[in-house]
């Protein structure tokens, strides 16, 4: 790493571990910059393997443990990093975002953070599998290889997809998707709450991908619209791909986006 080019924070979304950061990852520290991806509290350097086999450490962890954790990380670094989340991770972004700790942010495919009232369809139904039991609330519920195909692997064949979850696939953290739900409802007192209006927020990119079924763009053109609404000089922008999933830092052509999304974050470093 160079003193001009700063660190990136990768952070994972739910269901995967920093393994699905691989890509972007290798390619970041191929253009000089330290990148550092933890696991989420119970997940951190452990195998898949491991994780499907004893999932007991991912139980009851909520949204501001997690947040809390890589505050607790990035605060050690020598120097402000570059920020950027998938999926969940894209939440954890902006709530890291609202602390203050980056100097851009990079929110992919991100989930909303409370207020935002959205939900197509096809985001309902990835979440039905763990909304429909609130009494596993604080539980840690495995994913089905045909819920995966459906959430992750649209673009690809069943055994194509299958693979992929083999690989990569491990339970959910059950409270962080009610956590995220109950916030859409209640932006003031939501677990996932940011300010949008904060003024000196380092500037913040939503990308989205057009056949996400997990977070359509619907989703990223209203998080933007509400930052945006808020009346806060701080920059905020949408990028949207087409024919791309919700896998979209792994898919097939992955390095136009990983591409965009750190050309424009060293461009708007703040």
Known sequence: MTATKPPI?????LWMTPKSWDTWAAYFEARGHQVIRP??????????????????????????????????????????PIIMGHSFGGLL????????????????TPGQPAGITTL???????????????????????????HFHFTFGNDLSRAASDAIWEEQAVPSYN???????????????????VDFATPDRAPLLVITGEIDHVVPPAIGKA????????????????????????????????????????????????
Not at 93 to 108: E, F, H, I, N, S
Not at 120 to 139: D, E, H, K, Q, V
Not at 175 to 190: C, D, H, L, S
């Open 120 to 146: 197509p369809p096809s985001t309902a139904r990835t979440g039905f599998p763990i909304l429909s039991n609130p009494f596993r609330r604080n539980g840690a519920s495995p994913i089905s290889k045909a």
């Open 223 to 270: 998080i933007v619209k509400k930052y945006r609404a808020s009346g806060s000089p701080a920059i905020v922008e949408y990028k949207e791909f087409p024919g791309r999933t919700h896998r979209i830092v792994s898919q097939e052509g992955w390095e136009e986006v990983a591409e965009f999304a750190i050309d424009w974050a060293t461009a708007h470093l703040g």
């Open 9 to 13: 924070v990768l952070i994972h979304g």
């Open 39 to 80: 696991g989420w509290p119970g997940i951190d350097d452990r195998e898949v393997a491991d994780i499907r086999r004893d999932p007991e450490a991912l139980k009851g962890i909520g949204l501001r443990q997690i947040a809390d954790h890589y505050e607790r990380i990035i605060r050690e670094l020598p120097e402000k």
């Open 175 to 193: 409270r962080v998707f009610f956590e995220g739900v109950a916030g859409a409802f209640n932006e003031k007192g939501g677990v996932s709450h």
């Open 93 to 108: 972004t902006q709530m890291l975002a609202d602390r203050g700790l980056g100097v851009a942010y990079v929110a992919v």
